[in-house]
């Protein structure tokens, strides 16, 4: 018995990471359902992206209290997971703050835990009011109705609880520490919840090592059930902020993607002593389709970044179609296309592996045409992304596709082309009559 509460908490901590490590596997076979794509040039550039814009949050602070709170967030998170070291160690072994010898130090990162914890309940408390009481435009948007919304609130009500389960910890424990209390070596500093501490005067120490224990075990269970909530909620960016950021785009922004079929044929069209009818070069296959219109068309940095979006909206708020009313919003466009993934995962999951074809697909059925067009493609989502998301090249490729595969572009683009073809531009004049105007 004296080992019971040791096998119970291993058992909890294998069957939580068995479960997170089950649902990173289903993320990376969905990732995977995507184009493979060359990401492996200019390594030490993706390298200093990474460090830059996840580690050091630099796109954030273009919103300076937005960006300062979240920073606040992150490094809590970041910070505490020491703490939640030491709650792992001390579960496993059946000792308590093992990391005490550590003396003046150890001190110091329980002081630092606790105002951070601090800050963390703060800057929660503001990130809820911004959403739900000033509602700030770009929370408010069609597609943040329903479980969007409730996510992200659903996520700021963890973090407070996690945060006051610590304190609260930390308060019994620091009475029982002044108690004299049985294991209850006096070790840390407790800033913060010496303050809570005086609501537990009077109670009994058994009261007081339930309640310690209590908060504990609940502390722990949150976290680990917090990281498996992950996979289902916009924060799965805490962890793939990172690749997604040594993977996002080297190019110059604006920068075309050109399938290396077309781009050879048109080559092949310029050049005055090439062969027409010479056999096409087997080195470069003609695509079995041009663009997409579903999920499997894109490449997998694509997939990474719909799973990467953080649902923060400053692509759609910086977005000049979406300020002058059109329908399209770079963030929904990520939000479908996850959506759909996460549809596919799901056909694959239930036929045992094979997709069934379900009639169903991202354009059309999630994304509109009308959306795709509106897009005047000037970055701007891309800019605004704290996280290196692209969703432009999402729009372009289903716009390749609408193009090359059903001829669905609108009238004054199919009108353009024509004219581009026909005339050599964009105007419906022939190469002799385009001087015709200086005569007038």
Same mark, same amino acid.
């Given at each position: ?61 273009? =919103? ?65 009011? =911004? ?104 924060? !799965? ?6 690749? &997604? ?94 959506? =759909? ?27 509109? &045409? ?21 969703? !432009? ?5 289903? =716009? ?13 683009? &199919? ?26």
């Amino acid at each position: 018995m004296e080992y019971l509460p040791n096998i119970l908490f291993a058992i909890v901590l294998v069957l939580g990471i068995g479960f997170f490590v089950r649902n990173i596997q289903k993320l990376s076979r969905n990732i995977k359902l995507g184009k493979t794509v060359d990401a492996s040039d200019n390594k030490s550039q993706r390298w200093k992206n990474m460090a830059r814009i996840a580690l050091g949050q630099t796109k954030m602070v273009v =919103r300076p209290i937005a960006g300062l709170m979240h920073i606040i967030v992150y490094v809590g998170f970041i910070i505490i997971n020491i703490e939640v070291l030491e709650i792992v160690i001390d579960g496993l072994l059946g000792t308590h703050r093992v990391f005490a010898s550590l003396g003046t130090l150890y001190d110091f990162l329980i002081g630092s835990f606790e105002v951070l914890a601090f800050l963390v309940i703060v800057a929660v408390v503001i990130f809820w009011i =911004r959403r739900n009481a000033i509602k700030l435009k770009r929370f408010i948007k069609p597609e943040m109705e329903g479980w969007p919304k409730k996510d992200g609130n659903l996520i700021l009500y963890i973090e407070l609880v996690l945060m006051f389960l610590f304190l609260t910890m930390n308060a019994a424990d620091f009475q029982l520490q002044q108690l004299g209390a049985e294991h209850y070596t006096k070790a840390g500093s407790f800033p913060i919840s010496q303050f809570i501490a005086p609501l537990f005067d009077g109670m009994s120490v058994s009261n007081l090592i339930m309640l310690e224990r209590t908060a504990w075990w609940l502390h722990i269970l949150g976290i680990l059930a917090f990281l498996n909530y992950l996979y289902y909620s916009k924060h !799965l960016h805490i962890l793939l902020a990172f690749p &997604n950021t040594y993977y996002g785009k080297l190019k110059v922004q604006g920068a075309f993607n050109n399938v290396e079929a077309v781009t050879n044929e048109v080559k092949l069209m310029l050049d005055p002593s090439a062969d027409p009818f010479a056999a096409p070069a087997e080195d470069v296959p003609e695509p079995e389709k041009f663009g997409a219109s579903d999920v499997k068309d894109l490449n997998r940095i694509q997939l990474l970044n719909a799973y990467t979006c953080t649902e923060c909206g400053r692509c759609t708020s910086e977005c000049p179609a979406n300020q002058t009313g059109k329908k399209l919003s770079p963030r929904k466009i990520m939000m479908d296309t996850r959506d =759909r993934l996460e549809e596919v995962g799901k056909n694959i999951d239930k036929n045992k592996g094979v997709f069934v074809d379900d009639g169903k697909q991202l354009l059309g059925d999630y994304i509109s &045409n009308e959306e795709l067009w509106a897009c005047t493609t000037c970055n701007a989502c891309v800019e605004a992304c704290p996280v290196s998301i692209d969703p !432009l090249s999402i729009i372009l490729e289903m =716009r390749r596709y609408l193009v090359m595969e059903q001829s669905a572009a609108p009238t004054e683009l &199919n009108n353009m082309m024509s004219n581009i073809e026909n005339n050599g531009a964009p105007w419906p004049y022939n190469q002799m009559d385009r001087l015709n105007w200086v005569n007038e």
